[in-house]
C-alpha cells in the first residue's frame, strides 16, 4: 500500500546501448513495462530520423496484416485468440516474417482475382440461361396467342435486318430489378411509344462477383422495328448498365444455346468449387497465425518507434537514451539490459546511469486489478502531483460507504451484489471477449467499486431497516401496540408517540420495523437521515483537510501546518464541529423515558439549526416553552442551553473562528516576507566571508572565466576549477542594476502569494458552508430513493395481492414482472447512477479540494501489453 498512499519515488536515467543490442534491449524493456522513455529528437523531421526506414517496413507489414484479415472475415473463417503472447521477432525472422507476409498476399489477391473473373464469367452465363428461358417463354406465349402460326416470319433477332416492312426486331438482356421502371419509361419516350417491352424476375438472387452482395435482376426483352430504335435502345441499356445478350429467333437455336450454356455453367461451376475450397484451406492456415503476426509486427513498430527517441553520440557506437523509471525497478531496468544485451551477443555491455534533474517526474501510482478502479476515479479529475498524498487509498472506503447511505436497500443492494460478483467471477472469461460494447467496458472495470458499493449498501440498509420499501422484524420492535384494528381503521397506519408506547430500550440494529407502519415516519427519518448527512459531512472534511498534513511534511513546508492546516482545521471544528457535538448532546441528554425530568424530555428537546443560527447571529437562545414556561411548575420548566456555559463557550468558539480568517489570510505571506528577507541578507553576508557556497547566493551571477578575463576587472568572487586544476567559471555581485532586478522580482512573488492567499482564504470560509450543506444530498437522494420504492410497492405489486380468484393469481405474475423489471430499471440503474454521481461530486469537490493539487502527469511506461490493449480498442 506504500505506493497507494503516495505515488512511487521516479530516478531519471540515462541508458547507453550498443546498436546491436538496442532492438532486443529494448523489446525487454517493452515486456517489463517499467520505463516511460523522453524523446530526445522532439524537434527532428519524422523523414530524418535514424530508424524511419524500418517503421515503414513495418507499416507495410502491418497493410498486409491488414489485407489478409479482410480477406479472411470476408469468407468467415474463424480467427483462433493467442494463449501466450509471443515475443518480438528478431531481425532474422523479421526478413523471414516479411516475405512471408509477401507471398501470403500474393496467393490471397491471385485467389481473389481469379475468383472474381470465373465469378464474372459464371453471373454472365447465368443471366444468359435465364435470358433464353425467359425469352423462350415469351415467344411460347405469343404462339398460343397466335394460333399456332409461324411467327418466325415476323420476327427476326436484332442482329439480321429488321428494315423490312412488317419485319420486328428485338433485343434481350439483364437490368437490375430497381432500374426497370426508369428504364421504361425511357424507352416509351425514346421511341414514342413505338417499342414493346416484355420483362420477368430472374427469381433468385445473384450474386455480385466483386462485392459478393445479393443482386436482384430483371430480364427484358424489346421488340422494335428499324435499325434507328435499335442504335437508340443500346445507348438506353449502356446507359443504365443494363447486359445485352444474343438471342436466336428460332426455338431450336434458342435451345441448343440453352443447352450448351448449361454445360458451361457446371463445368465452371466444379472449377470455382475447387478453388474456393483451395482458397478456404489456405485462409485457414493464415488465420491459425494471424493473430501471433500481428502481435509480432505490433511490437517490432513499437521497438523501432522508441529507437527513434534515442540519441547517436559522435562516433556512432553507441545509442543515448533517457528515460523515467520508478526507484524499485531501477535493478529490473539493469537486468533488462544485461539480457538484452546477452541475446544480441553484443560484446560490450549496455549500461544505465541515474542523473540528477529539476523536472518534475511523472506520477506512478502502482495499482492492482481490485485498486485499479478507484484510482481511474481519481485521475478522472486530475492526477495527483509528483510524491502527494493520494486520495485513491481512503477512497476504497469512503466512496462505497457514501454511495451506501443514499442507496440503503437490502433488497437493491442483493441485485447490484449478484451482477458485480458475476463479473468478478467471470473476469478471465470477460476479459477475453472481443468487441464487449461501451457500457459492458464501463461496468466491467468498475467491478470491484460495484461490489463494495452494494456490500455497503446492504449493510445502511440493515441500519435502515429496509429491503424493497418493506421491514424485518428480527429482534421484536421495542414498542407497545396501544392500538386495535378498530382504532386505527383500514389504513393500517397510526402515529408513534414516544411518551406511551417507547418500552424504554432502543431496538438491537438499526430503525425499530414499526415506524414502517407509522404515519409521523417521514417526520422521524427526515431528522435521523439529516442528521446523519450533517455528522458523515462534516467528519469527512476535516479528515480531508488533516490529510494536507503529510504532503507539508513531505514537502518540507513545516511552516504550512501552522499557518495554513491548523487555522483551518480549528475554523471548521469551532463551527461546524461543534454543531455535530450538539446533535451527539441532543441525543444523549434528551429522551422520550417517563422517568426523566420534563426539562429533559422530547418537548423541551432544542432546535440545533436554531441554536447555530442564534450562535453565528450572537443572539440569546430562547427556551423551547418560551411562551409557556409561566404556567409551568419551575423544576419542569424547559432551560434555554443545554448546558449552563453554553452561551459562553459559543461566543469563543465564534471569536476563535474569526481570529483564524486573518491568520489564514496573512501568515503565509508575511512568513515569506520575513523569511526571505533574512535569508537575502544572511546569503551575501556570508558569502562576502567565504563562509557559504556561491551557488546557494541569490546575489551572485556565473559566468565564465573567459568572459572574465575578457572584462579584466576585478570580481571579488569565488572560482570553480575542474579535475586538472584549471579555473573554468566564476562568481561575482550582481551588478547594481540586476540587484534592483532581484528586489523587484522578491515584490512580485509577495504580491502573488498574497492575491493567491487571500483567493484561497475566502473561497475556504465560504466553502466551508456550502460544502456542509451540500452534503445534505446523502439526506435527500435516501429519503427519495425510499419513497420511490415505497411508491412502487404500492402502486404495482401490493394491488395484486387484493385481488380475488383466478384473476388474482394471473395478476400477482404479471404485476410482479412489472415491479422487477421498474425496480431494476429506475430504483437500481438509475438511482444508482444518480447516487454514484453526487459520490463523485463529494469526493471531487467536498473532500478532495482540502489537500489535493492534482497538477501532475501520469506515468506513460513503454509496455507492450498496454499497448496491445489500446490498439485492440481502437
Same mark, same amino acid.
Given at each position: 500500500?506504500?505506493?497507494?498512499?503516495?505515488?512511487?519515488?521516479?530516478?531519471?536515467?540515462?541508458?547507453?546501448?550498443?546498436?546491436?543490442?538496442?532492438?532486443?534491449?529494448?523489446?525487454?524493456?517493452? =515486456?517489463?513495462?517499467?520505463?516511460?522513455?523522453?524523446?530526445?529528437?522532439?524537434?527532428?523531421?519524422?523523414?530524418?530520423?535514424?530508424?524511419?526506414?524500418?517503421?515503414?517496413?513495418?507499416?507495410?507489414?502491418?497493410?498486409?496484416?491488414?489485407?489478409?484479415?479482410?480477406?479472411?472475415?470476408?469468407?468467415?473463417?474463424?480467427?483462433?485468440?493467442?494463449?501466450?503472447?509471443?515475443?518480438?521477432?528478431?531481425?532474422?525472422?523479421?526478413?523471414?516474417?516479411? *516475405?512471408?507476409?509477401?507471398?501470403?498476399?500474393?496467393?490471397?489477391?491471385?485467389?481473389?482475382?481469379?475468383?472474381?473473373?470465373?465469378?464474372?464469367?459464371?453471373?454472365?452465363?447465368?443471366?444468359?440461361?435465364?435470358?433464353?428461358?425467359?425469352?423462350?417463354?415469351? +415467344?411460347?406465349?405469343?404462339?398460343?396467342?397466335?394460333?399456332?402460326?409461324?411467327?418466325?416470319?415476323?420476327?427476326?433477332?436484332?442482329?439480321?435486318?429488321?428494315?423490312?416492312?412488317?419485319?420486328?426486331?428485338?433485343?434481350?438482356?439483364?437490368?437490375?430489378?430497381?432500374?426497370?421502371?426508369?428504364?421504361?419509361?425511357?424507352?416509351?419516350?425514346?421511341?414514342? !411509344?413505338?417499342?414493346?417491352?416484355?420483362?420477368?424476375?430472374?427469381?433468385?438472387?445473384?450474386?455480385?462477383?466483386?462485392?459478393?452482395?445479393?443482386?436482384?435482376?430483371?430480364?427484358?426483352?424489346?421488340?422494335?422495328?428499324?435499325?434507328?430504335?435499335?442504335?437508340?435502345?443500346?445507348?438506353?441499356? *449502356?446507359?443504365?448498365?443494363?447486359?445485352?445478350?444474343?438471342?436466336?429467333?428460332?426455338?431450336?437455336?434458342?435451345?441448343?444455346?440453352?443447352?450448351?450454356?448449361?454445360?458451361?455453367?457446371?463445368?465452371?461451376?466444379?472449377?470455382?468449387?475447387?478453388?474456393?475450397?483451395?482458397?478456404?484451406?489456405?485462409?485457414?492456415?493464415? *488465420?491459425?497465425?494471424?493473430?501471433?503476426?500481428?502481435?509480432?509486427?505490433?511490437?517490432?513498430?513499437?521497438?523501432?518507434?522508441?529507437?527513434?527517441?534515442?540519441?547517436?553520440?559522435?562516433?556512432?557506437?553507441?545509442?543515448?537514451?533517457?528515460?523515467?523509471? $520508478?526507484?524499485?525497478?531501477? !535493478?529490473?531496468?539493469?537486468?533488462?539490459?544485461?539480457? @538484452?544485451?546477452?541475446?544480441?551477443?553484443?560484446?560490450?555491455?549496455?549500461?544505465?546511469?541515474?542523473?540528477?534533474?529539476?523536472?518534475?517526474?511523472?506520477?506512478?501510482?502502482?495499482?492492482?486489478?481490485?485498486?485499479? @478502479?478507484?484510482?481511474?476515479?481519481?485521475?478522472?479529475?486530475?492526477?495527483?502531483?509528483?510524491?502527494?498524498?493520494?486520495?485513491?487509498?481512503?477512497?476504497?472506503?469512503?466512496?462505497?460507504?457514501?454511495?451506501?447511505?443514499?442507496?440503503?436497500?437490502?433488497?437493491?443492494?442483493?441485485?447490484?451484489?449478484?451482477?458485480?460478483?458475476?463479473?468478478?467471477?467471470? =473476469?478471465?472469461?470477460?476479459?477475453?471477449?472481443?468487441?464487449?460494447?461501451?457500457?459492458?467496458?464501463?461496468?466491467?472495470?468498475?467491478?470491484?467499486?460495484?461490489?463494495?458499493?452494494?456490500?455497503?449498501?446492504?449493510?445502511?440498509?440493515? %441500519?435502515?431497516?429496509?429491503?424493497?420499501?418493506?421491514?424485518?422484524?428480527?429482534?421484536?420492535?421495542?414498542?407497545?401496540?396501544?392500538?386495535?384494528?378498530?382504532?386505527?381503521?383500514?389504513?393500517?397506519? +397510526?402515529?408513534?408517540?414516544?411518551?406511551?408506547?417507547?418500552?424504554?430500550?432502543?431496538?438491537?440494529?438499526?430503525?425499530?420495523?414499526?415506524?414502517?407502519?407509522?404515519?409521523?415516519?417521514?417526520?422521524?427519518?427526515?431528522?435521523?437521515?439529516?442528521?446523519?448527512?450533517?455528522?458523515?459531512?462534516?467528519?469527512?472534511?476535516?479528515?480531508?483537510?488533516?490529510?494536507?498534513?503529510?504532503?507539508?511534511?513531505?514537502?518540507?513546508?513545516?511552516?504550512?501546518?501552522?499557518?495554513?492546516?491548523?487555522?483551518?482545521?480549528?475554523?471548521?471544528?469551532?463551527?461546524?464541529?461543534?454543531?455535530?457535538?450538539?446533535? +451527539?448532546?441532543?441525543?444523549?441528554?434528551?429522551?422520550?423515558?417517563?422517568?426523566?425530568?420534563?426539562?429533559? @424530555?422530547?418537548?423541551?428537546?432544542?432546535?440545533?439549526?436554531?441554536?447555530?443560527?442564534?450562535?453565528?447571529?450572537?443572539?440569546?437562545?430562547?427556551?423551547?416553552?418560551?411562551?409557556?414556561?409561566?404556567?409551568? $411548575?419551575?423544576?419542569?420548566?424547559?432551560?434555554?442551553?443545554?448546558?449552563?456555559?453554553?452561551?459562553?463557550?459559543?461566543?469563543?468558539?465564534?471569536?476563535?473562528?474569526?481570529?483564524?480568517?486573518?491568520?489564514?489570510?496573512?501568515?503565509?505571506?508575511?512568513?515569506?516576507?520575513?523569511?526571505? !528577507?533574512?535569508?537575502?541578507?544572511?546569503?551575501?553576508?556570508?558569502?562576502?566571508?567565504?563562509?557559504?557556497?556561491?551557488?546557494?547566493?541569490?546575489?551572485?551571477?556565473?559566468?565564465? %572565466? #573567459?568572459?572574465?578575463?575578457?572584462?579584466?576587472?576585478?570580481?571579488?568572487?569565488?572560482?570553480?576549477?575542474?579535475?586538472?586544476?584549471?579555473?573554468?567559471?566564476?562568481?561575482?555581485?550582481?551588478?547594481?542594476?540586476?540587484?534592483? =532586478?532581484?528586489?523587484?522580482?522578491?515584490?512580485?512573488?509577495?504580491?502573488?502569494?498574497?492575491?493567491?492567499?487571500?483567493?484561497?482564504?475566502?473561497?475556504?470560509?465560504?466553502?466551508?458552508?456550502?460544502? #456542509?450543506?451540500?452534503?445534505?444530498?446523502?439526506?435527500?437522494?435516501?429519503?427519495?430513493?425510499?419513497?420511490?420504492?415505497?411508491?412502487?410497492?404500492?402502486?404495482?405489486?401490493?394491488?395484486?395481492?387484493?385481488?380475488? @380468484?383466478?384473476?388474482?393469481? $394471473?395478476?400477482?405474475?404479471?404485476?410482479?414482472?412489472?415491479?422487477?423489471?421498474?425496480?431494476?430499471?429506475?430504483?437500481?440503474?438509475?438511482?444508482?447512477?444518480?447516487?454514484?454521481?453526487?459520490?463523485?461530486?463529494?469526493?471531487?469537490?467536498?473532500?478532495?479540494?482540502?489537500?489535493?493539487?492534482?497538477?501532475?502527469?501520469?506515468?506513460?511506461?513503454?509496455?507492450?501489453?498496454?499497448?496491445?490493449?489500446?490498439? !485492440?480498442?481502437?
Amino acid at each position: 500500500m506504500g505506493s497507494m498512499f503516495r505515488s512511487e519515488e521516479m530516478s531519471l536515467a540515462q541508458l547507453f546501448i550498443q546498436p546491436e543490442a538496442a532492438y532486443f534491449v529494448i523489446s525487454e524493456l517493452g =515486456e517489463t513495462g517499467t520505463v516511460q522513455f523522453r524523446d530526445l529528437n522532439e524537434n527532428v523531421n519524422a523523414f530524418q530520423k535514424k530508424f524511419v526506414t524500418e517503421v515503414r517496413r513495418c507499416d507495410e507489414m502491418e497493410r498486409k496484416l491488414r489485407y489478409i484479415e479482410a480477406e479472411v472475415n470476408k469468407d468467415k473463417v474463424n480467427i483462433p485468440d493467442v494463449r501466450e503472447l509471443p515475443r518480438a521477432p528478431n531481425p532474422r525472422e523479421i526478413i523471414d516474417l516479411e *516475405a512471408h507476409l509477401e507471398k501470403t498476399e500474393a496467393d490471397i489477391k491471385e485467389f481473389s482475382e481469379s475468383a472474381v473473373s470465373l465469378k464474372c464469367n459464371f453471373l454472365e452465363l447465368t443471366e444468359l440461361k435465364h435470358v433464353l428461358e425467359k425469352t423462350q417463354l415469351f +415467344f411460347n406465349e405469343q404462339d398460343d396467342v397466335s394460333g399456332g402460326l409461324d411467327n418466325k416470319a415476323l420476327i427476326t433477332e436484332d442482329s439480321q435486318t429488321a428494315s423490312g416492312r412488317g419485319r420486328l426486331g428485338f433485343v434481350a438482356g439483364v437490368i437490375k430489378r430497381e432500374r426497370v421502371p426508369a428504364f421504361e419509361r425511357m424507352l416509351w419516350r425514346i421511341s414514342r !411509344g413505338n417499342i414493346f417491352l416484355r420483362q420477368a424476375d430472374v427469381g433468385i438472387a445473384l450474386e455480385d462477383p466483386i462485392t459478393g452482395n445479393e443482386i436482384n435482376k430483371t430480364v427484358f426483352v424489346a421488340f422494335f422495328q428499324g435499325e434507328q430504335l435499335k442504335s437508340r435502345i443500346k445507348k438506353v441499356c *449502356a446507359g443504365f448498365h443494363a447486359s445485352m445478350y444474343p438471342c436466336p429467333s428460332t426455338i431450336q437455336e434458342r435451345d441448343e444455346m440453352l443447352n450448351g450454356v448449361k454445360l458451361r455453367l457446371k463445368d465452371l461451376e466444379m472449377v470455382l468449387n475447387q478453388t474456393q475450397d483451395h482458397r478456404q484451406r489456405v485462409l485457414v492456415s493464415v *488465420a491459425k497465425e494471424l493473430q501471433n503476426w500481428s502481435i509480432m509486427v505490433s511490437k517490432m513498430k513499437a521497438i523501432y518507434h522508441t529507437l527513434n527517441f534515442f540519441n547517436v553520440d559522435v562516433t556512432k557506437k553507441c545509442l543515448i537514451g533517457e528515460c523515467w523509471v $520508478a526507484t524499485k525497478d531501477i !535493478g529490473i531496468v539493469q537486468k533488462a539490459l544485461v539480457d @538484452g544485451s546477452s541475446v544480441s551477443g553484443s560484446s560490450i555491455p549496455s549500461f544505465m546511469n541515474i542523473i540528477e534533474t529539476m523536472e518534475n517526474p511523472p506520477t506512478f501510482n502502482r495499482t492492482n486489478k481490485f485498486t485499479r @478502479g478507484f484510482q481511474n476515479l481519481i485521475d478522472a479529475y486530475g492526477v495527483s502531483s509528483y510524491r502527494e498524498v493520494n486520495p485513491a487509498l481512503y477512497t476504497i472506503i469512503t466512496f462505497p460507504f457514501l454511495f451506501a447511505i443514499m442507496f440503503g436497500d437490502v433488497g437493491h443492494a442483493l441485485v447490484m451484489f449478484g451482477f458485480a460478483l458475476y463479473m468478478v467471477l467471470a =473476469e478471465k472469461k470477460l476479459t477475453a471477449m472481443k468487441n464487449k460494447g461501451e457500457i459492458v467496458n464501463i461496468f466491467f472495470a468498475g467491478r470491484y467499486i460495484i461490489l463494495l458499493m452494494s456490500i455497503f449498501s446492504m449493510y445502511t440498509g440493515f %441500519i435502515y431497516n429496509d429491503i424493497f420499501s418493506k421491514s424485518m422484524n428480527i429482534f421484536g420492535s421495542r414498542w407497545k401496540n396501544l392500538y386495535d384494528h378498530n382504532s386505527i381503521g383500514t389504513a393500517q397506519a +397510526f402515529d408513534l408517540d414516544p411518551a406511551e408506547a417507547y418500552m424504554g430500550t432502543p431496538y438491537l440494529f438499526g430503525v425499530d420495523p414499526i415506524w414502517q407502519m407509522a404515519k409521523n415516519k417521514i417526520i422521524f427519518l427526515n431528522s435521523f437521515k439529516m442528521k446523519l448527512s450533517i455528522i458523515f459531512g462534516v467528519l469527512h472534511m476535516i479528515f480531508g483537510v488533516c490529510m494536507s498534513i503529510p504532503n507539508f511534511i513531505n514537502f518540507k513546508r513545516k511552516a504550512d501546518i501552522f499557518l495554513q492546516f491548523v487555522p483551518q482545521i480549528v475554523f471548521l471544528c469551532c463551527i461546524f464541529l461543534w454543531m455535530v457535538v450538539m446533535i +451527539f448532546i441532543k441525543w444523549i441528554k434528551y429522551a422520550a423515558d417517563p422517568g426523566l425530568p420534563t426539562k429533559l @424530555g422530547t418537548s423541551c428537546a432544542p432546535s440545533v439549526l436554531i441554536y447555530f443560527i442564534n450562535m453565528m447571529l450572537q443572539k440569546t437562545q430562547e427556551a423551547p416553552d418560551a411562551g409557556q414556561s409561566e404556567k409551568k $411548575a419551575p423544576e419542569d420548566r424547559c432551560d434555554a442551553y443545554m448546558f449552563d456555559f453554553q452561551h459562553t463557550l459559543q461566543v469563543g468558539l465564534v471569536v476563535v473562528a474569526l481570529i483564524m480568517v486573518p491568520i489564514m489570510l496573512f501568515g503565509k505571506p508575511l512568513h515569506f516576507k520575513l523569511t526571505h !528577507g533574512k535569508k537575502s541578507k544572511r546569503s551575501s553576508t556570508l558569502s562576502r566571508n567565504g563562509g557559504v557556497h556561491p551557488a546557494q547566493d541569490q546575489s551572485l551571477e556565473l559566468i565564465k %572565466i #573567459t568572459d572574465l578575463n575578457k572584462e579584466n576587472s576585478d570580481t571579488n568572487g569565488h572560482g570553480v576549477v575542474d579535475k586538472d586544476g584549471n579555473q573554468e567559471v566564476a562568481f561575482r555581485p550582481l551588478p547594481a542594476q540586476k540587484k534592483e =532586478e532581484h528586489g523587484e522580482h522578491e515584490e512580485e512573488e509577495f504580491s502573488e502569494i498574497m492575491i493567491h492567499q487571500a483567493i484561497h482564504t475566502i473561497e475556504y470560509v465560504l466553502s466551508t458552508v456550502s460544502h #456542509t450543506a451540500s452534503y445534505l444530498r446523502l439526506w435527500a437522494l435516501s429519503l427519495a430513493h425510499a419513497q420511490l420504492s415505497e411508491v412502487l410497492w404500492s402502486m404495482l405489486f401490493s394491488k395484486a395481492f387484493k385481488m380475488e @380468484g383466478y384473476i388474482g393469481v $394471473a395478476a400477482i405474475y404479471i404485476l410482479f414482472a412489472a415491479w422487477a423489471f421498474f425496480s431494476v430499471a429506475i430504483l437500481v440503474l438509475m438511482e444508482g447512477l444518480s447516487a454514484f454521481l453526487h459520490t463523485l461530486r463529494l469526493h471531487w469537490v467536498e473532500f478532495m479540494s482540502k489537500f489535493f493539487v492534482g497538477e501532475g502527469h501520469a506515468f506513460q511506461p513503454f509496455s507492450f501489453n498496454t499497448f496491445l490493449e489500446t490498439e !485492440g480498442e481502437e
